[in-house]
């Protein structure tokens, strides 16, 4: 029974036990009926005590102060003497919520909406609460296109006053948009318009994409795209006068119009500047994109504001307020644009904070800074500090925020939140081969070695004929300035008379040196690299070694010490350093033996890689290697050992790793005593080349379905290249043509990225184009610990 029903009975029970009252002073009140609610929670909001003189319009407002506490739905008040007598029949509670169907929204958000509503396991149970919430389920379908839901709630009487609820939902389907319809356009056409809609009509690609499912808030993006369409273009007065959403009767398909008026065009009579600029007014002046006799542009406009607005934190004007003021004349299609300038106190940054970073010491994000504490609150420096931060590589995320420090007004503190990645990498592998046998490897990579920033790498290969170990460590801040050093170390046994079961081999090459580097930094974006590396070569030639080799023996020997010097310079102006979207890399690389080596050659590399943005959310990667070697003075051509390979991930996919190049001279057989022939019917092997070309271009885009793409990428790329030689020293190598377009290798394929907690994992699927003459495809690709 409703509230008003309760006070007329009450009022008829009052007038049935208390009739012809003249009132009474209470000498006890005495509580019947109370099985879960306390007594002290009634004589908390009965209005009366003991000892008090009483009439009825005092019962009928203790009456109603009880019916207010929720507590129950029927109350009784008699007298028994100068007794009070209050007799109550309580709500019954909440004993169980069982909810089913539900798909779009979670059991657990709908058991959280409805404790915020008042229903919860334990509560008291009042049905006008849960009609309410029923209403608002069906309120939040509707706002997802379900209009067809249908929310029904059955109560369920249970023992000692408690009730089960059970609530049945029938989400319906999504509807579908049948049709959209711009109404009152005659500048643009209807193909035009639509394109600024994200929903769409149904179409083949809506089961994916989802775009064709009406939601109402999507529906008010499109019409703030479309105004803005308009006014990018001059139509400042366009206006949308209605929009109609219709439903069809079956509830499934859903109709949009928009009526629309477009106005006339306007151009841009006078640009004028107003207020305290702080700043010449040439550079204010050089910053603005509107200019006279421009078709007007409200995006133009605003982006001229933030330009002026950035320009003023720069220095230090923080809280500086542009605002762009577009006036119509009254003669004529033209519009006077008036920037009024408010630049507001010079702030100043009172604390720099980091946040998130639970691995990585502090002192590792503020040597990154170039905002300094105490200084005036620069915009380009506060952004600057917060992109070398993403270019560490260490963090998913970096935000950062400027709030204005309490109690003062001309000082901000200035947080950077960060969200911590793996920021090093674990290869491993095991593998077995009928002539290798066990063939284990592993490196372990990391980046920010236990949080201080150096980085660590720790690697080793073995196997039946191959061992490999070596160890580096870099510390990018030896001196406060960032001037870097590093070291390594070590040490490669290659012997393939063990690879062959037959006795046969290939060579066997021995190597261990060690060497060091110095970083040395130009600017934001560039810096020098100094390095020395000694090492020491033994080469042992088998008996199937090709005949390059033994060439090379011959002229050169087989044992050398070599002291190589190099040069290099980098560049990067991405804007993370992993998983970039924007921004370009370059390095170049100059590696030259010097006087006191055994043999004297050159190597010079270039590596470069462009990232263009498409969307907000994908964009193209173009990028290329390059690298050039020979020999000079007493030393002709470079040592096969240094040659450059190609393919296989990395360089050009679709094609297994080194077997892209020039290749050694055909085995003509070669006879034991017992007459067998052990190489007759082998493959020739690359040899690499002292030329490499290689390149390709991406287009990068998010996983489709996946809500958390910061650490996962999708690639569809081309890539193309080889490995080239310039000089061969028997006619019977093949491929010795030097640079041959006819036999650069290309492939297309698809690629995902995931940056995993054991560094970058990357799996491929590539598909030659053009293959080379005795090229070896692998189509699939897979890869851990190699950065993308």
């Known amino acids: 029974m409703n509230f008003a029903r309760l006070l007329c009975s009450v009022a008829l029970l009052l007038n049935a036990t208390l009739a012809h009252a003249q009132g009474f002073k209470i000498a006890d009140i005495r509580i019947n009926g109370l099985q879960r609610v306390s007594a002290g929670s009634v004589f908390g909001a009965l209005p009366l005590n003991v000892g008090e003189q009483v009439d009825d319009q005092q019962l009928v407002e203790s009456t109603r102060a009880l019916f207010k506490t929720g507590f129950f739905q029927d109350i009784q008040l008699g007298r028994d003497g100068d007794v009070l007598v209050i007799t109550v029949v309580e709500r019954p509670s909440i004993a169980s919520i069982d909810i089913e169907g539900n798909k779009a929204i979670s059991t657990d958000d709908l058991i959280k909406g409805l404790k915020q509503s008042g229903l919860a396991e334990g509560e008291v149970f009042q049905r006008a609460t849960l009609e309410g919430v029923r209403n608002e389920l069906l309120r939040q379908y509707v706002a997802q296109g379900r209009y067809s839901a249908a929310v029904d709630a059955e109560v369920v009487a249970q023992p000692r006053n408690r009730v089960g609820l059970k609530i049945k939902i029938d989400e319906g389907e999504v509807a579908a948009i049948k049709h959209i319809n711009v109404v009152g356009n005659s ?392 998983m970039a979207t924007r921004g370009y890399s370059q390095n170049l690389n100059l590696m030259v033996t010097v006087p006191g080596s055994d043999l004297s050659f050159y190597k010079i590399d270039y590596t470069g890689q462009t990232y263009l943005p498409v969307s907000a959310e994908t964009s193209l990667r173009f990028r290329t290697k390059l690298g050039y070697g020979n020999g000079y003075g007493s030393t002709d051509g470079l040592p096969f050992y240094e040659n450059y390979t190609a393919g296989g991930d990395g360089s050009v996919r679709g094609f297994e790793s080194g077997s892209l190049g020039p290749r050694n001279t055909p085995a003509t057989g070669t006879y034991s005593s017992a007459g067998q022939a052990y190489y007759s019917d082998r493959d020739t092997e690359a040899l690499g080349g002292n030329i490499m070309i290689t390149g390709g271009v991406e287009y990068l885009f998010p996983i489709p379905f996946v809500k958390n793409n910061k650490a996962l990428r999708t690639s569809l790329f081309w890539d193309v290249g080889s490995v080239y030689t310039s000089k061969c020293y028997l006619s019977t190598t093949t491929g010795c043509d030097g640079i041959d377009l006819g036999q650069m290798a290309s492939s297309v394929g698809v690629g995902v990225t995931w940056y995993s907690p054991l560094g970058p994992l990357s799996v491929n699927l590539a598909f030659p184009v053009r293959k080379p003459d005795d090229a070896q495809t692998q189509v699939f690709q897979f890869s851990l610990g190699q950065s993308f």
Not at 359 to 377: F, I, N, P, S
Not at 420 to 445: C, D, K, N, R
Not at 463 to 492: C, H, I, M, R, W
């Open 187 to 578: 500048v643009f056409d209807q193909a035009e318009l639509d394109d600024q809609f994200t929903l769409k009509t149904s179409n083949w690609l809506s089961f994916f994409k989802n775009d064709d499912k009406y939601a109402r808030e999507k529906l008010s993006g499109d019409l703030e795209r479309l105004r803005s369409y308009y006014m990018d273009r001059g139509y400042i007065n366009m206006e949308i006068v209605s929009t109609q959403v219709s439903i069809s009767p079956d509830k499934k398909q859903v109709f949009i119009t928009v009526n629309i008026s477009e106005g006339a065009k306007y151009t841009v009579r006078d640009i004028k500047l107003r207020g305290d600029l702080k700043v010449p007014e040439d550079q204010i002046t050089a910053l603005l994109l509107v200019q006279k006799g421009q078709v007007f542009s409200r995006k133009l406009m605003t982006s001229t504001s933030d330009l002026i607005t950035r320009r003023l934190g720069n220095e230090g004007y923080t809280f500086a307020n542009v605002n762009a003021v577009p006036t119509p004349s009254k003669d004529g299609n033209t519009v006077d644009i008036e920037f009024v300038v408010d630049p507001g106190k010079r702030v100043y940054a009172n604390r720099i904070n980091f946040r998130g970073n639970t691995k990585t010491e502090d002192q590792v994000l503020r040597r990154e800074m170039r905002q300094m504490e105490g200084g005036w609150a620069s915009t380009y420096l506060i952004d600057q500090s917060k992109t070398r931060l993403e270019r560490l590589g260490y963090f998913k995320e970096v935000n950062v925020e400027t709030p204005a420090v309490a109690g003062v007004d001309d000082q901000v503190d200035v947080n950077y939140s960060v969200e911590e990645q793996s920021a090093g990498s674990v290869t491993a592998s095991i593998g077995f081969a009928q002539s290798a046998g066990l063939i284990l490897s592993g490196a372990i990579s990391q980046n920010n070695f236990l949080g201080s920033g150096n980085s660590v790498s720790l690697g080793l290969t073995r196997s039946a004929y191959q061992n490999k170990y070596n160890l580096s460590f870099t510390d990018p801040y030896f001196t406060k300035d960032g001037v870097s050093l590093g070291y390594n170390t070590f040490y490669n046994k290659t012997d393939y008379n063990d690879y062959y079961d037959d006795g046969a081999s290939y060579y066997a090459i021995n190597s261990y040196g060690a060497g060091a580097t110095l970083g040395y930094p130009i600017n934001e974006t560039s810096r020098l690299t100094f390095g020395l590396t000694v090492q020491r070569d033994n080469i042992e030639p088998g008996t199937y070694s090709p005949d390059e080799i033994y060439d090379f023996i011959d002229r050169n020997g087989n044992s050398f010490t070599n002291f190589k010097a190099n040069l290099g310079w980098s560049e990067s102006t991405l804007n993370k350093g992993i």
